[in-house]
């Protein structure tokens, strides 16, 4: 293994930017080779010809799995470690070592272009599932890059945007599903965004390359800047940023070699750039290539399985869906015959085949299917098509009606406008609906799109964008080969209006105000008590499920262990995900009312009852406090939840934390109410106070207010009144200020000594 020791400061400053377009600087004197990084994440787009970023140039046949919109949906990380695996062994046949991916960002607006590539609005969800993935590719010596570091919810302004976004939210919703990854999974690369956070570049952030996500994190791999995000080169290796790509053609190389020997820059952190770059090509030295060629019919398979676990069944009155045998079958919309499967942009994968749901469909049930197109991608109303399809629909039993976004309304790079489907697809439905009330809508989209038919209409299936078996698993969940089991990761609101986001979105003049804070998707709509179409975590089944009474009890490790007992009553097996949600009723912090904490997807037999045990880990109950700068859980009674979704509660169960010391140190600008609750002055400083404010200093504060000692002057009570108590009326006076009620300057900053000893 090379040493960085052995090479020049040319050598070194070399390696911290990329040959071309997809692969490192080689350094063939010292033994060093080049290798190769692609896009991911749902796929291996390794180009052929001339590079760009785009997807505009060919790339190999590879297999297209379900992007992470419709794999979050499956709720399940082992499912995800096996998609994982399979992206790994394509990426070793083509002598891959790094594919980007998966990307974690969270859904933030349902307008980010990109939010087809990121797994969920919840933080804990998006990096369960996203740890499996990433497990499974680097079980093969497969490097993943977890991307986008930080705060990239928007295409909008992206490779400038500042995302301002305060400490608790930036903890607790923005950080922690990359907390997670890198602490259970240690991907080999760590992408950091376009954006800045905070008014800093990301490339450029050592708090966040450097303070964050090594110091706290323990992150060991290599930080890669994503394609061309690099603002200022010689910032960025002081920052932590180990590798610009793609080429600079050697501008930044020299610069940074410039830096040094002008003393603008230390060596040694081109050294520790260097051996960082040095440490990834030795990861890669250790795999071998398969011997064995692409198993094509294998992966498909998985694909099919993946998108299958994909899809969520939102609504099913009457029992319409599994469709019936024997039923003659209108399939209408031009989604069914030219899907839409995966997103646009950087990650758009060549697939290794492509199913159609109208092929599927008419392998599956024959002569009983016709097809109408009904639309054009355009969004121009033809009224020969819709007459066409309208006319089908009347004529059969039942209609299958195949809505969507185009390939135009949303991609990497832009941001879309409105949750809305295209209006002459509204306008479509409404009429195949008076043809033939019984109609089943099948929707491909690779972000929520607002449902004004959810109550019209009696069989609704969420489709996302299922990868290239996408059409033949909608026909297995249609036709009943398959049991819906996937889960909305993100809620359907009723209107844009009405998300978390809106009015700070997409910002403007440079900046991007998260000024939801902490409640982002389920949480805010919970919080405000909003309804919605269709919450997070719902989706239906062609089974029943029945909880028991869930129990809760802290472990020897301070985690809860949560358990239930599941029954399937229903006619057929099939597979619930049961969920947990913590909360609390009271608290020192804004909190939203439940939370993801901890899931499960178990398949259950018909007439089967499965005891289904969970884990929340004590670490997931912790916020983030602004004043210790650290997570802090916080001691008292729990709430815990077990439900369907997070509006399908089934039982819940109670449990005593013991909190942590935030050991938050007191000053005079302490509030009253800190020191009071301070876990070692607190009780203390209740009996001193009591005693100094007996001072004869206080007595004409007592007189001017008419309360007890320590009330606020210059009260409206009428005299007589019941006093109002001291920790709430001056729970939030600085002790600092307690000399204008006479309490003696020392004996405030005795107080405050007594705390920190």
């Known amino acids: 293994m090379t040493n960085v020791r052995e090479l020049t400061l040319e050598d070194k400053a070399s390696l911290l930017s990329g040959k071309d377009f997809w692969t490192t600087k080689n350094i063939d004197r010292a033994g060093v080779p080049s290798i190769m990084m692609t896009d991911g994440p749902h796929g291996l787009r390794k180009q052929t010809g001339s590079s760009d970023n785009l997807g505009i140039n060919d790339s190999i046949p590879a297999t297209c799995f379900p992007p992470a919109v419709g794999l979050g949906s499956a709720f399940d990380p082992d499912l995800a470690k096996k998609v994982g695996v399979a992206l790994g062994v394509e990426s070793a046949i083509e002598d891959v070592s790094v594919l980007l991916g998966p990307g974690v960002n969270i859904k933030r607006s349902p307008l980010c272009g990109r939010n087809f590539e990121y797994f969920s609005e919840d933080p804990h969800h998006a990096g369960v599932v996203a740890t499996g993935m990433v497990r499974g590719m680097q079980s093969q010596t497969v490097g993943a890059s977890l991307k986008h570091f930080a705060a990239n919810n928007q295409e909008t302004d992206r490779m400038r945007v500042s995302a301002d976004v305060d400490p608790r939210p930036l903890r607790e919703i923005y950080f922690r599903a990359f907390e997670r990854v890198v602490k259970n999974a240690q991907p080999w690369t760590v992408m950091c965004s376009y954006n800045k956070v905070n008014g800093t570049y990301a490339s450029e952030h050592p708090w966040l390359l450097t303070d964050v996500l090594r110091d706290d994190w323990g992150f060991e791999g290599l930080v890669v800047s994503d394609w061309g995000a690099v603002n200022d080169r010689v910032k960025g290796v002081a920052a932590g940023l180990d590798l610009e790509m793609p080429s600079s053609d050697g501008v930044t190389d020299a610069q940074i070699v410039d830096a040094v020997r002008n003393g603008d820059l230390d060596e040694a952190l081109v050294d520790r750039a260097a051996q960082r770059v040095l440490d990834l090509v030795e990861k890669s030295g250790h795999r071998e290539k398969p011997d064995d060629p692409l198993d094509v019919d294998a992966h498909h398979a998985l694909a099919r399985e993946a998108a299958t676990r994909s899809v969520v069944l939102l609504k099913n009155e009457g029992s319409l869906l599994p469709l019936a045998e024997g039923q003659d079958i209108a399939l209408i919309g031009e989604f069914a015959r030219t899907p839409r ?49 309208v006319e089908v629909a009347r ?104 998300n978390p986001s809106f009015g700070n979105f997409p910002g403007e003049l440079g900046h991007v105000r998260y000024g939801e804070g902490i409640h982002v998707g389920y949480r805010w709509y919970d919080k405000r008590g909003l309804d919605v179409a269709f919450p997070f975590g719902h989706g239906l089944t062609y089974t029943e499920f029945e909880y028991g009474e869930p129990t809760a009890r802290v472990n020897g490790r301070g985690d809860i262990d949560v358990s239930v007992g599941v029954t399937n009553v229903g006619p057929r097996d099939g597979r619930e995900v049961v969920q947990v949600y913590v909360g609390r009723d009271e608290s020192a912090v804004d909190r939203s009312p439940r939370e993801l904490k901890a899931f499960s997807s178990v398949e259950i037999a018909s007439g089967q009852t499965r005891f289904v045990t969970l884990t929340v880990d004590r670490s997931d109950l912790a916020y983030w406090d602004i004043r210790a700068d650290r997570f802090v859980v916080e001691g008292g009674t729990y709430r815990v939840e077990v439900g369907a979704s997070s509006r399908d509660i089934r039982g819940e169960a109670s449990v005593s934390i013991d909190g942590d010391d935030p050991d938050v140190e007191l000053t005079r600008e302490s509030s009253l109410g800190e020191v009071l609750a301070h876990p070692k002055a607190g009780p203390t400083a209740r009996q001193r106070l009591a005693e100094l404010m007996g001072n004869p200093g206080v007595d004409d504060a007592e007189q001017k207010s008419g309360t007890q000692p320590g009330a606020a002057a210059d009260s409206d009570e009428p005299a007589g009144d019941e006093p109002m108590d001291l920790d709430t009326m001056m729970a939030s006076l600085p002790v600092g200020r307690l000399v204008s009620f006479g309490v003696p300057q020392d004996k405030i900053d005795e107080l405050i000594e007594m705390a920190r000893s």
């Open 341 to 389: 499967y995966q997103g646009g942009g950087s990650s758009h994968i060549n697939p290794t085949r492509l199913d159609t749901a109208l092929d599927s469909f008419t392998q599956a049930v024959g002569d009983r299917v016709s097809f109408a197109p009904g639309f054009t991608f355009d969004g121009e109303p033809s009224e020969s098509l819709r007459a066409e399809a």
């Open 395 to 498: 004529s059969s039993d039942v209609a299958v009606l195949f809505l969507g976004l185009p390939d135009a309304a949303e991609s990497e790079g832009f941001d879309r406008t409105t949750i809305d489907l295209p209006a002459d697809q509204i306008e479509l439905l409404d009429e195949v609906v008076e043809a033939n009330p019984r109609t089943v809508v099948v929707l491909s989209n690779g972000g929520v799109v607002s449902l004004p038919f959810a109550d019209t209409v009696p069989a609704i299936v969420e489709g996302w964008l299922l990868g290239q078996a996408g059409g033949s698993a909608i026909v297995d969940i249609l036709t009943g080969a398959a049991d819906p089991s996937g889960r909305l990761s993100e809620t359907i609101p009723h209107r844009l209006e009405d």
